[in-house]
């Protein structure tokens, strides 16, 4: 599993390096930072992908709670508190875990495996499908992520659009939308997809990518931009 991009917060240093030590364990986290209060997290989280918080609960400023509804597309999150009653509240954000202070290792391991579980269900793993079958012309053709550079969606039909050919299949949009990693393809549109990867630059409310040394031009949905602006600012293309 590649490393779990992970931030702890909590204006509390023994707190942190009591989160710390327990992370130093765990091959599989990679703290980016150990922040102590929401506003310098908040500065890291827009400026690199991160996967998971250890997110403190009372903290000056702002808190935990309020911060993460601030978020449009937070990280997985796991508060941390030595105050019982915000659970509900916390869980209502989606939380995977909510862990009382002193936090023990064991309840700290079972967190981050619940973290781990989840993020595996978001993202292909190294080594795992990196394609799709799709019906056209009466049969099944294999088609590769990474060859994908943008999709369409007419009335009847998709068109997956690829840098030297395109492939014409009768399904619908949100159908072919399951079958994609969600890591690396985004709607930008109704009846657009477009491969996170393939995007050239961002012009006005179009999104510019190449087909075949052409330049092809997408329109961003008005209820899109903001999330679009947000992976191009992640992505720092």
């Known amino acids: 599993m590649q490393p779990i991009r992970t931030l702890i917060i909590d204006d509390e240093p023994l707190a942190r390096e009591i989160l710390e030590s327990h992370a130093a364990q765990i091959p599989e986290l990679e703290v980016l930072a150990s922040c102590g209060n929401a506003l310098e997290a908040n500065e890291i989280v827009q400026s690199t992908e991160v996967d998971l918080l250890f997110l403190d609960i009372q903290m000056p400023q702002i808190s935990g709670l309020d911060w993460l509804r601030s ?68 049969k099944l053709v294999k088609v590769s992520f990474e060859d994908i550079v943008y999709i369409e969606g007419l009335k009847d039909y998709v068109i997956i659009r690829l840098e030297q050919d395109r492939v014409i299949t009768l399904q619908t949009m949100k159908s072919l939308e399951e079958k994609l990693p969600t890591a690396l393809f985004k709607r930008i549109h109704r009846s657009y997809i477009v491969n996170v990867q393939k995007i050239q630059a961002l012009d006005g409310s179009m999104i510019e990518v190449n087909l075949k040394n052409q330049t092809k031009l997408l329109p961003i949905g008005k209820n899109y931009r903001d999330e679009v602006l947000e992976i191009i600012q992640q992505n720092r293309i």
Do not use: H, W
Not at 104 to 132: C, H, I, T, W
């Open 71 to 138: 978020l449009r597309t937070p990280p997985l999150v796991i508060f941390t508190t030595a105050f019982s009653e915000y659970a509900v509240e916390g869980f209502e954000l989606n939380a995977i875990d909510y862990l009382l202070k002193p936090i023990a290792f064991d309840r700290f391991l079972k967190a981050v495996n619940k973290a781990k579980e989840q993020l595996r269900s978001r993202k292909p793993e190294a080594g795992s499908d990196q394609y799709m079958f799709v019906k056209a012309d009466k």
